[in-house]
């Protein structure tokens, strides 16, 4: 069964530390995985997604297919970064989420 | 430009009560979806739309019922409110269901059930 496994509720660090978001997937076949975020009172948004590549606001996420996994990494955390951050799979034309991790960043 | 626009903000319900969510947007979507977010079980998709005139369930369907009403908006109706539905609520839309796609979420809506 196609799954998505954020293992920590909330993972606190200090501002300037490194952050890694840890998500795990179970799906059969090539993956197409995501990272959305949702600030304090504003819209869930997408983050990135791991066909691009890309890095957001100095995150970045690879994908490990032999560990099946999309951890979210940023070298320096600030406190704007906190957020909730979800880890998404597309399954069948559809996103599955992950029950999220609440991420704080204290002074 | 509103992107997706969800309405009611907040609403309370007594148990056995009717109401409908409604959810527009206006980015010229063709699929559009409704899910559930709950404190530790993430967001649950209910149903969705993958283009207008068809709808289908997601993960968690019961009690609930949808209408692509037209390319613009996805409504999501609860026939008889139960108190395990109390929850909050988001309607989101994307291009098409396919590769890459990326959601527009709305800015949810608050449902408490007595």
């Known amino acids: 069964a196609q799954r998505v496994t954020q293992p920590e509720k909330l993972l606190s660090v200090f501002k300037g530390a490194p952050v890694e978001l840890k998500c795990n997937y179970s799906y059969s076949g090539s993956p197409e995985l995501f990272w959305y975020v949702q600030y304090s009172r504003q819209r869930l948004q997408l983050l990135l997604r791991h066909i691009s590549r890309e890095s957001i606001k100095g995150f970045t996420a690879d994908l490990n297919k032999g560990e099946t996994s999309f951890h979210l990494k940023k070298p320096f955390a600030q406190e704007e970064d906190s957020a909730m951050y979800y880890c998404?799979?597309?399954?069948?034309?559809?996103?599955?989420f992950g029950k999220g991790t609440k991420l704080s960043v204290k002074p | 430009n509103a992107g997706v626009t969800q309405t009611p903000k907040f609403q309370v319900l007594k148990t056995g009560q009717s109401m409908t969510l409604q959810c527009a947007q206006d980015?010229?979507?063709?699929?559009m979806y409704w899910y559930r977010q709950d404190p530790g079980m993430g967001l649950r998709l209910i149903y969705y739309s993958a283009s207008e005139g068809t709808t289908d369930k997601g993960e968690v369907p019961n009690g609930y019922n949808v209408s692509r009403l037209n390319k613009r908006e996805f409504s999501l109706r609860l026939e008889s409110a139960a108190p395990s539905q109390t929850s909050v609520y988001f309607c989101?839309?994307?291009?098409?269901?396919?590769?890459?796609?990326?959601?527009?979420f709305g800015s949810g809506t608050q449902l408490s059930v007595l």
């Open positions: 980015m010229n979507h063709n699929s």
């Open positions: 998404a799979l597309r399954s069948q034309g559809n996103l599955i």
């Open positions: 989101a839309s994307s291009l098409k269901q396919a590769t890459n796609e990326k959601l527009f």
